[in-house]
C-alpha cells in the first residue's frame, strides 16, 4: 500500500546563522511539525548552497555542549573541520557522513576546514539531531566517522542514480552507521527520469528532504528544498526525478517516551534538564578550547 502524503512544506522563507559559519533553513522543529510528530528526528537544519567567499578567519560554531542525543552531518559542498573534548577531531569532505553521539555529554566545535576557508565556494550541508531512548542517554560519547568510500551504496539500474545508505536497510541492503533505535537515512541522488521504489514500516515516522531538483514522490510534485512528510499509513514509496535531483529520506520507529529540551540538552524530564545544565557548569563534559 502507497504511503500517504500529510503535506509538503516550501523551504522557510528566511534563513538563520548557526555561529557565522552555517546558513541554515531550519525544517524541524517547525512549520508545525512537532518533536513527539517526528520522533526520534529532533532537529532538521539544512545550508542550502550557499557560496562563501575566501577568509583567512575560519568560520564556524565555538565550543559548545550536547547531550542526550545524536547529531548527523552530511556533506554535499564545502568541508567542515570538527573537534571535542574528548580529544577527537576530523574533517568532513563531501560525501562523507559524522554520526556523533553526545550521549551523556560532550563539548564540541565545528568550522570550516582550513583550505576550504581560505579558498571559498559552494557550501551544502544537513544537520540532523536523532534523539536517544531512555535508556542510551548515558551512553559514553562517540564518533561514527563515515566517509563516501565506506558508505554501503545501491547502485540504481540504467546508470539512472545510486541510493548511499547511511543507516537502516534500503532494500536488502544494510547501512554503515549503527544506531540505537530503528532508523533508515537515505542520500538519494537520481538522474533525470530516473525512479526509485522502498517500503518503510507504516508507523514509522518518515520524511524527504528535496535537496536539488524537482521529483515526483507517490504522484506529489514536491520542489527543490521542499520538506515531504508522510502520514502514517502505507508502506511504498516511489520517487521519480523530473530532472537531477538529491533527495534525503529519513524513517524512523517513534520513541514514544516524553521529551525535555533546552538548547543542546535533550532528556526526558525538566528535573534532567536542570542536572546536564549543572554538569556542563561543573565541567564534567571536559575541557575544549
Same mark, same amino acid.
Given at each position: 500500500?502507497?504511503?500517504?502524503?500529510?503535506?509538503?512544506?516550501?523551504?522557510?522563507?528566511?534563513?538563520?546563522?548557526?555561529?557565522?559559519?552555517? *546558513?541554515?533553513?531550519?525544517?524541524?522543529?517547525?512549520?508545525?511539525?512537532?518533536?513527539?510528530?517526528?520522533?526520534?528526528?529532533?532537529?532538521?537544519?539544512?545550508?542550502?548552497?550557499?557560496?562563501?567567499?575566501?577568509?583567512?578567519?575560519? *568560520?564556524?560554531?565555538?565550543?559548545?555542549? %550536547?547531550?542526550?542525543?545524536?547529531?548527523?552531518?552530511?556533506?554535499?559542498?564545502?568541508?567542515?573541520? %570538527?573537534?571535542?573534548?574528548?580529544?577527537?577531531?576530523?574533517?568532513?569532505?563531501?560525501?562523507?557522513?559524522?554520526?556523533?553521539?553526545?550521549?551523556?555529554?560532550?563539548? %564540541?566545535?565545528?568550522?570550516?576546514?582550513?583550505?576550504?576557508?581560505?579558498?571559498?565556494?559552494?557550501?551544502?550541508?544537513?544537520?540532523?539531531?536523532?534523539?536517544?531512548?531512555?535508556?542510551?542517554?548515558?551512553?559514553?560519547?562517540?564518533?561514527?566517522?563515515?566517509?563516501?568510500?565506506?558508505?554501503?551504496?545501491?547502485?540504481?539500474?540504467?546508470?539512472?542514480?545510486?541510493?548511499?545508505?547511511?543507516?537502516?536497510?534500503?532494500?536488502?541492503?544494510?547501512?554503515?552507521?549503527?544506531?540505537?533505535?530503528?532508523?533508515?537515512?537515505?542520500?538519494?541522488?537520481?538522474?533525470?527520469?530516473?525512479?526509485?521504489?522502498?517500503?518503510?514500516?507504516?508507523?514509522?515516522?518518515?520524511?524527504?528532504?528535496?535537496?536539488?531538483?524537482?521529483?515526483?514522490?507517490?504522484?506529489?510534485?514536491?520542489?527543490? %528544498?521542499?520538506?515531504?512528510?508522510?502520514?502514517? &499509513?502505507?508502506?511504498?514509496?516511489?520517487?521519480?526525478?523530473?530532472?537531477?535531483?538529491?533527495?534525503?529520506?529519513?524513517?524512523?520507529?517513534?520513541?514514544?517516551?516524553? &521529551?525535555?529540551?533546552?538548547?543542546?540538552?535533550?532528556?526526558?524530564?525538566?528535573?534532567?534538564?536542570?542536572?546536564?545544565?549543572?554538569?556542563?557548569?561543573?565541567?564534567?563534559?571536559?575541557?575544549?578550547?
Amino acid at each position: 500500500m502507497k504511503k500517504e502524503i500529510d503535506r509538503i512544506i516550501a523551504k522557510p522563507s528566511q534563513p538563520g546563522m548557526v555561529g557565522d559559519g552555517f *546558513r541554515v533553513y531550519n525544517y524541524i522543529p517547525g512549520a508545525n511539525i512537532s518533536q513527539q510528530r517526528i520522533s526520534p528526528f529532533l532537529l532538521l537544519d539544512f545550508n542550502a548552497e550557499f557560496n562563501f567567499g575566501p577568509s583567512e578567519r575560519i *568560520r564556524g560554531v565555538g565550543v559548545h555542549p %550536547h547531550k542526550g542525543f545524536e547529531t548527523v552531518t552530511i556533506a554535499y559542498k564545502g568541508s567542515v573541520a %570538527h573537534n571535542d573534548s574528548s580529544g577527537s577531531s576530523g574533517v568532513i569532505n563531501p560525501g562523507d557522513v559524522q554520526w556523533m553521539t553526545a550521549g551523556s555529554g560532550i563539548l %564540541h566545535k565545528e568550522y570550516h576546514e582550513q583550505e576550504f576557508s581560505k579558498k571559498g565556494g559552494p557550501f551544502e550541508m544537513v544537520q540532523l539531531w536523532v534523539n536517544l531512548p531512555k535508556k542510551d542517554k548515558s551512553t559514553p560519547a562517540h564518533y561514527q566517522a563515515i566517509t563516501k568510500d565506506q558508505m554501503n551504496k545501491v547502485e540504481l539500474p540504467g546508470d539512472k542514480g545510486v541510493v548511499n545508505v547511511i543507516a537502516g536497510t534500503f532494500n536488502g541492503v544494510k547501512g554503515s552507521a549503527q544506531t540505537y533505535s530503528p532508523v533508515n537515512l537515505f542520500d538519494i541522488k537520481l538522474k533525470k527520469d530516473g525512479e526509485v521504489v522502498t517500503n518503510l514500516p507504516s508507523g514509522y515516522n518518515t520524511a524527504i528532504l528535496v535537496i536539488n531538483g524537482k521529483a515526483e514522490i507517490n504522484g506529489k510534485v514536491a520542489n527543490e %528544498h521542499s520538506f515531504v512528510l508522510f502520514e502514517n &499509513i502505507g508502506e511504498e514509496i516511489t520517487i521519480k526525478a523530473a530532472e537531477d535531483s538529491v533527495l534525503l529520506l529519513m524513517s524512523g520507529e517513534p520513541l514514544n517516551e516524553p &521529551i525535555a529540551s533546552y538548547g543542546p540538552f535533550v532528556m526526558n524530564t525538566e528535573e534532567e534538564i536542570m542536572e546536564s545544565i549543572e554538569e556542563f557548569q561543573s565541567g564534567k563534559f571536559g575541557v575544549l578550547n
